[in-house]
Nanobody, 123 residues
Framework: VQLQASGGGLVQAGGPLRLSCTAS????????VGWFRQAPGKEREFVAG????????WFADSVAGRFTMSRANAENTVFLQMSTLKPEDTAVYYC?????????????????WGQGTQVTVSS
Protein backbone atom coordinates (compact mmCIF):
# COMPACT_ATOMS: atom_id res chain seq x y z
CA VAL A 1 0.00 0.00 0.00
CA GLN A 2 1.30 3.42 -0.91
CA LEU A 3 -0.12 6.90 -0.52
CA GLN A 4 1.44 9.57 -2.70
CA ALA A 5 0.88 13.16 -1.61
CA SER A 6 1.62 15.86 -4.15
CA GLY A 7 0.80 19.42 -5.10
CA GLY A 8 2.78 21.28 -2.50
CA GLY A 9 4.88 24.29 -3.32
CA LEU A 10 5.52 27.95 -2.66
CA VAL A 11 2.52 30.28 -2.76
CA GLN A 12 1.87 33.85 -1.72
CA ALA A 13 -0.39 34.60 1.19
CA GLY A 14 -4.00 34.75 0.08
CA GLY A 15 -3.45 32.36 -2.77
CA PRO A 16 -4.82 28.86 -3.38
CA LEU A 17 -3.19 25.47 -3.64
CA ARG A 18 -4.58 22.00 -4.18
CA LEU A 19 -3.00 18.93 -2.70
CA SER A 20 -3.60 15.45 -4.05
CA CYS A 21 -3.27 12.10 -2.37
CA THR A 22 -3.29 9.08 -4.66
CA ALA A 23 -3.46 5.58 -3.30
CA SER A 24 -2.13 2.35 -4.72
CA UNK A 25 -2.76 -1.06 -3.28
CA UNK A 26 -6.09 -0.12 -1.72
CA UNK A 27 -9.43 1.15 -2.97
CA UNK A 28 -9.59 4.62 -1.54
CA UNK A 29 -13.37 4.76 -1.60
CA UNK A 30 -13.44 2.12 1.14
CA UNK A 31 -11.33 4.22 3.47
CA UNK A 32 -11.66 7.34 5.51
CA VAL A 33 -8.98 9.84 4.60
CA GLY A 34 -7.33 12.53 6.64
CA TRP A 35 -4.88 15.34 6.12
CA PHE A 36 -2.41 16.34 8.79
CA ARG A 37 0.40 18.86 8.84
CA GLN A 38 3.58 19.47 10.73
CA ALA A 39 5.24 22.85 10.93
CA PRO A 40 8.90 23.24 11.93
CA GLY A 41 9.33 22.77 15.66
CA LYS A 42 5.72 21.75 16.17
CA GLU A 43 3.84 18.51 16.55
CA ARG A 44 1.84 17.10 13.70
CA GLU A 45 -1.76 18.28 13.80
CA PHE A 46 -5.06 17.36 12.24
CA VAL A 47 -6.18 19.49 9.29
CA ALA A 48 -9.12 17.78 7.61
CA GLY A 49 -10.83 14.43 7.34
CA UNK A 50 -13.45 12.70 5.23
CA UNK A 51 -15.29 9.47 5.90
CA UNK A 52 -15.31 6.60 3.42
CA UNK A 53 -18.52 7.71 1.70
CA UNK A 54 -17.33 11.26 1.26
CA UNK A 55 -20.55 12.60 2.72
CA UNK A 56 -18.99 13.76 5.97
CA UNK A 57 -16.01 16.02 6.42
CA TRP A 58 -14.32 17.57 9.40
CA PHE A 59 -11.90 20.47 9.57
CA ALA A 60 -9.64 21.99 12.15
CA ASP A 61 -10.89 25.34 13.38
CA SER A 62 -7.81 27.01 11.92
CA VAL A 63 -8.71 25.99 8.36
CA ALA A 64 -12.51 25.74 8.44
CA GLY A 65 -14.05 27.89 5.75
CA ARG A 66 -10.79 28.02 3.78
CA PHE A 67 -10.04 24.35 3.05
CA THR A 68 -12.26 21.72 1.46
CA MET A 69 -11.87 18.02 0.70
CA SER A 70 -13.11 16.03 -2.23
CA ARG A 71 -12.70 12.60 -3.77
CA ALA A 72 -12.16 11.31 -7.28
CA ASN A 73 -12.88 7.64 -6.78
CA ALA A 74 -12.17 6.73 -10.39
CA GLU A 75 -8.66 8.11 -9.89
CA ASN A 76 -8.29 6.66 -6.39
CA THR A 77 -7.41 10.18 -5.29
CA VAL A 78 -8.44 12.59 -2.56
CA PHE A 79 -7.90 16.32 -2.79
CA LEU A 80 -7.36 19.06 -0.25
CA GLN A 81 -8.29 22.38 -1.78
CA MET A 82 -6.71 25.20 0.18
CA SER A 83 -7.65 28.83 -0.31
CA THR A 84 -6.81 32.13 1.34
CA LEU A 85 -3.57 30.62 2.52
CA LYS A 86 -1.73 32.20 5.43
CA PRO A 87 1.94 32.04 6.41
CA GLU A 88 0.90 29.94 9.42
CA ASP A 89 -0.32 27.26 7.00
CA THR A 90 3.31 26.58 6.11
CA ALA A 91 4.03 22.95 6.94
CA VAL A 92 4.61 19.50 5.55
CA TYR A 93 1.21 18.06 4.73
CA TYR A 94 0.51 14.36 5.08
CA CYS A 95 -2.42 12.29 3.92
CA UNK A 96 -3.51 9.13 5.70
CA UNK A 97 -6.05 6.36 5.15
CA UNK A 98 -8.32 4.92 7.82
CA UNK A 99 -9.64 1.41 7.26
CA UNK A 100 -12.11 1.29 10.12
CA UNK A 101 -14.29 4.11 11.30
CA UNK A 102 -12.67 6.11 14.05
CA UNK A 103 -12.04 9.64 15.18
CA UNK A 104 -10.65 11.28 12.04
CA UNK A 105 -8.76 13.76 14.22
CA UNK A 106 -6.73 11.03 15.93
CA UNK A 107 -3.55 9.90 14.20
CA UNK A 108 -3.75 6.51 15.87
CA UNK A 109 -6.90 5.61 13.93
CA UNK A 110 -5.07 5.68 10.58
CA UNK A 111 -3.53 2.64 8.99
CA UNK A 112 -1.50 4.09 6.12
CA TRP A 113 0.42 7.34 5.67
CA GLY A 114 1.85 9.20 2.73
CA GLN A 115 5.32 10.71 2.67
CA GLY A 116 4.30 14.36 2.95
CA THR A 117 4.42 17.36 0.65
CA GLN A 118 5.83 20.76 1.60
CA VAL A 119 3.59 23.81 1.53
CA THR A 120 5.24 27.18 2.02
CA VAL A 121 3.19 30.36 2.21
CA SER A 122 5.09 33.60 1.85
CA SER A 123 3.87 36.84 3.40
Amino acid sequence: VQLQASGGGLVQAGGPLRLSCTASGITFSNYGVGWFRQAPGKEREFVAGMNWSGYNTWFADSVAGRFTMSRANAENTVFLQMSTLKPEDTAVYYCAAQKYYGDVRAETTYDYWGQGTQVTVSS
